[in-house]
């Protein structure tokens, strides 16, 4: 029989509800755990055991009493340290937040809280998510519980970590350029980007406004849908999310994939992938042709820029969403003669390398005489991105991708050469300048057990579709 | 120096507060004036990490009705841009503006001028947010941010004034244009209409733009904003004198006598790294929308003057007055909705005149302006004097009682009787025989002489026919 903190929600839900688990019993059993791994993981920044103990109780105590229940009720979760938790600290992974105390919650917490979730804990991720390894943190680096001389992938490094041995039945990551997906893939789990717009990023701290996207990460395809189901909609405190209606993910998963048409994109998989990943690829679409599924190659030609423009346009967004990060009303402050001294101190004392590296490269893209050159011919790229995307989904109902095109990597395999490690990230960051949707699903596992992810990508607000292949595909 | 072989080219950028009742970009109270500082705050316009900014529909509206208002092209897709710059009282490290795409642009304002009227073109019209404000005290600086995110919009000219005195009739029809609109209240001391000031001097036999431009940024008041643009006329015209190009700059004012100094020399524009905000989607405001706050545009103060002069035959400057404040216009339309419009040239020079010189605070609140108009027509009809009008109207607005019951309770009726004016007049030419005596030499005695009965008959007796009786009698005895 499974320990609790080895169900899934969903599994976690029937036995409480039969009374054969209590929420307290599952938080303990989950905080246990952490006690457990994370002196080896290190996959979190801040632990929430008190109060996320005090809620179960709680919850355990209204269930006695027959009290109506939200959908999640005692179902203990983590989340990645961006998001704004009242009361509790929130670092987005970098030393210029160390000890931030967030006078409000973000809204996909009010959500999880609403519905009787518990947060157990924030997780480590690297600083702002500018990485795809963890490595950038200011909290130190997240091991991946499947080999830890391996790295989680990033940069919601932690919440996969924490998925994957059990802190928390499931997470809630960010992704701006695959953070959701990468340590998805890395650590075998299930990780959705959904929809830009289709989650609230209210709370969330901002890397690069225009591709933040907030999703679930969860042991499987029916918890992603169904955590999706709580937070997703319309936020009057983001005016960029989506008055679409929002529904219940769960319900159409299990319909038949025949007859259903899978893309192959010809250019990515030109891109130096690993032939074990490559050969789970293949696995993957002769199990999809076995459930009914027709495959066709598609061509985005304009892949070969999507990296470029991403990181032109992300770095840009985030130069200036980071210059708030001032030390004046929250974080540590430096000394100095004057305010300007004083900034210059707390910047540069607080941020880390990477940090630095993207806010002087975006700085630069936006500056005069170079935005034309590089931001804005970013802009056009993007346009004829999401044109190229639209385009394929006009044949084909998604696309399949590797998500990671290597295998999960030892630490300082990649850090050392900053641009390698951007390459990385060719499959995921093509999704973000787009808006679209891409899950990430456990689809093999090498010789020596690491985990490979696949990447279902749909067409805007497609989440449901997503969910049908990923479901058909983990059960046949 | 010899001034006169310098004129100076000046555009204007105009920041006015809008007043809506929320911020720009949140809920918070947009009516922060005297609250306590950082009451008037929350996440986003605190620009904590994970806020994100709203934008304010009505904010939204108001510009856009300022922008028709001033002749602007409405740009069917808007959108807001961050402009990057850092200063403590910025809280996101950007302010949340407009760039290229501004609410309105290419509009003009007409102002009158002595010359006759002038345009001044409008280069834009666009939307922004405010930022918080710096306290500087005893050597630190504190920090308010209850300003911070309270919507702005800013008007842009171009640089289409040569002399001060067309800057204050614009600045003042803007002012009044919004108070007109109900989308601010402008009142400059409490800093919800500010200026910035781009100057620079030419030789007056150009017509090139000198290549050379002074910002003075931060301009809370029109008189000041006279006193800087003379003081900059003066201080370029000299630089200019010796031979010499004055510098690009930014100045800033010293204290409230005009006096400048510079601040630094101008960034370039870019230096700002504008992009568009992504955390804002693009803004439609199609023709539909355009027309229906068109719709909700009243009379205009350019408008209205021209009615006022050329329908209602009222003098220019009696019309410039009144059209001066909602406020006043709308308590005179009032009033003469009631009257016959012959009266109304007269009423109006009373209203601008005799009534805007009573003291506003002792109002009884039982006085109704359309009283003035019994006044007038007891005056016209010779009933009362114009002085016995004058104090009628001061105990009517002070006591709220009726002008006929102080006319009859202070017996200020014109006496016209002429059996007792006749015999007052005889009274006061036996009284003053060497008056009498002098009038053939020196025909002032006739002024003398009315006025010795007018003061014996108390002021209330009809200057006209009293003037007629002690000339006939003059003349008799002569």
């Known amino acids: ?476 | 120096m010899q001034t006169g072989l310098y004129e100076p080219v000046i555009g204007l950028e105009i920041h006015i507060q809008s007043k809506t009742l929320s911020k720009m970009f949140c809920g918070c109270d947009a009516r922060y004036f005297q609250s306590d500082p950082n009451t008037h705050t929350c996440p986003v316009c605190l620009g904590l990490p994970g806020a994100l900014p709203v934008p304010n529909k009505a904010a939204i509206n108001y510009c856009v009705k300022l922008a028709i208002a001033l002749n602007c092209k409405i740009n069917e897709n808007t959108k807001f841009d961050r402009k990057n710059y850092f200063y403590p009282d910025l809280p996101k490290g950007f302010q949340i503006s407009q760039y290229d795409s501004p609410i309105g642009h290419t509009g003009n304002m007409e102002i009158p001028s002595p010359s006759g009227n002038k345009t001044v073109r409008i280069t834009r019209v666009h939307q922004e947010e405010d930022t918080g404000k710096s306290i500087h005290e005893n050597g630190e600086t504190y920090l308010d941010y209850n300003k911070s995110g309270v919507p702005l919009i800013e008007v842009v000219t171009e640089p289409d004034f040569n002399n001060k005195e067309d800057v204050t009739t614009f600045a003042k029809r803007l002012r009044q244009i919004v108070r007109y609109l109900d989308i601010s209240n402008a009142d400059m001391e409490k800093g919800e209409m500010r200026f910035e000031l781009n100057i620079s001097v030419k030789s007056s036999s150009t017509k090139e733009l000198p290549n050379y431009k002074v910002e003075v940024k931060n301009i809370g008041s029109i008189s000041v904003l006279e006193k800087v643009i003379e003081l900059e006329i003066e201080r370029q015209s000299e630089i200019l004198e010796s031979g010499q190009t004055p510098i690009q700059e930014t100045r800033g004012l010293i204290d409230m006598s005009g006096k400048t100094a510079s601040q630094r020399t101008k960034e370039a524009e870019a230096g700002y790294r504008y992009f568009p905000e992504p955390d804002i989607p693009l803004i439609e405001l199609n023709k539909a929308y355009v027309e229906r706050i068109k719709a909700e545009i009243i009379e205009l103060p350019n408008e209205k003057l021209a009615r006022y002069i050329n329908k209602l035959n009222i003098d220019r400057d009696i019309a410039e007055n009144i059209i001066s404040d909602p406020e006043t216009y709308q308590a005179f339309e009032q009033a003469i909705s009631k009257i016959d419009n012959t009266i109304v040239p007269l009423f109006a020079k009373w209203y601008a005149v005799e009534y805007f010189s009573l003291d506003q605070a002792q109002k009884h609140n039982d006085f109704k302006l359309e009283w003035l108009t019994e006044i007038i027509k007891k005056v016209e009809q010779r009933e009362i004097t114009r002085t016995s009008g004058k104090e009628v109207l001061l105990a009517s607005f002070t006591t709220g009682v009726m002008p006929d019951k102080i006319i009859e309770e202070k017996g200020l009726r014109v006496i016209s009787d002429s059996n007792e004016l006749e015999s007052e007049a005889q009274r006061v030419l036996e009284g003053n025989p060497k008056a009498v005596s002098d009038y053939q030499k020196n025909p002032n005695v006739l002024m003398f002489l009315v006025g010795q009965v007018m003061k014996a008959m108390g002021g209330k007796a009809d200057v006209k026919i009293v003037t007629e009786i002690v000339k006939s009698k003059l003349k008799s005895n002569g």
Not at chain 1, 97 to 122: C, M, V
Not at chain 1, 431 to 460: D, F, R, T
């Open chain 1, 1 to 476: 029989m499974k320990r609790p903190f080895e169900l899934t929600v969903k599994e976690a839900l029937e036995l409480m509800e039969k009374g054969e688990l209590t929420a307290k019993e599952l938080v303990t059993s989950c905080l246990n755990r952490v006690r457990d791994m994370e002196p080896e993981i290190n996959a979190f920044i801040t632990i929430c055991e008190d109060s996320a103990l005090r809620k179960a109780s709680q919850i355990d105590e209204a269930r006695k009493k027959g009290e109506i229940l939200g959908r999640l009720a005692g179902i203990p979760y983590t989340v990645k340290d961006v998001y704004n938790t009242e009361g509790i600290q929130t670092t987005a992974g970098s030393k210029i937040l160390e000890g931030y105390i967030s006078p409000y919650n973000a809204t996909i917490i009010e959500k999880l809280d609403g519905q009787d979730a518990i947060l157990i804990g924030k997780t480590n991720c690297d600083a702002f998510g500018f990485g795809s390894s963890t490595e950038n943190s200011a909290y130190g680096v997240t091991r991946n519980p499947h080999d830890t001389e391996r790295v989680p992938g990033g940069s919601s490094g932690g919440s996969g970590a924490a998925v994957s041995y059990g802190g928390g039945l499931f997470s809630i990551g960010e992704d701006t350029g695959g953070s959701i997906r990468c340590p998805a893939s890395f650590c075998g789990i299930v990780g959705l980007k959904p929809t830009y717009g289709r989650v609230s990023r209210f709370g969330a701290i901002a890397y690069a406004s225009s591709y933040d996207s907030v999703g679930p990460m969860t042991k499987d395809v029916y918890d992603n849908a169904l955590i999706l189901s709580v937070i997703a909609g319309k936020d009057s405190k983001d005016a960029t999310s989506s008055p679409l209606p929002v529904p219940d993910y769960t319900l159409e998963m299990e319909n038949t994939l025949k007859g259903k048409r899978i893309g192959i994109v010809k250019e990515y998989m030109n891109q130096g992938v690993d032939t074990q990943v490559k050969q789970a690829i293949d696995q993957a679409i002769e199990k999809f042709k076995g459930l009914g599924c027709e495959i066709a190659e598609v061509s985005l030609p304009y892949t070969e820029y999507a990296i470029a423009a991403y990181y032109l346009i992300g770095i840009s967004e985030a130069s200036s969403n980071l210059a708030r990060m001032d030390g004046i009303r929250f974080g540590p402050i430096s000394e100095g003669s004057d305010w300007q001294e004083r900034y210059m101190n707390t910047r540069g004392e607080n941020f880390g390398a990477e940090e630095k590296r993207r806010i002087i490269l975006g700085t630069y893209a936006l500056s005069e005489g170079y935005a034309d050159k590089y931001y804005h011919k970013a802009q056009q790229v993007r346009a004829l991105l999401k044109a190229d995307m639209v385009k394929a989904f006009e044949n084909v109902d998604i696309l399949l991708t590797p998500t990671m095109p290597i295998l999960p990597f030892k630490f300082g395999e990649n850090s050392s050469d900053p641009l390698k490690m951007w390459l990385l990230d060719a499959f995921t960051v093509t999704i973000n300048p787009v808006g679209v949707p891409a899950l990430s699903v456990p689809c093999g596992k090498s010789e020596s057990g690491l985990p490979i992810g696949m990447q279902l990508i749909g067409n805007h607000f497609s989440e449901e579709l997503l969910y049908q292949f990923a479901r058909n595909f983990e059960k046949a």
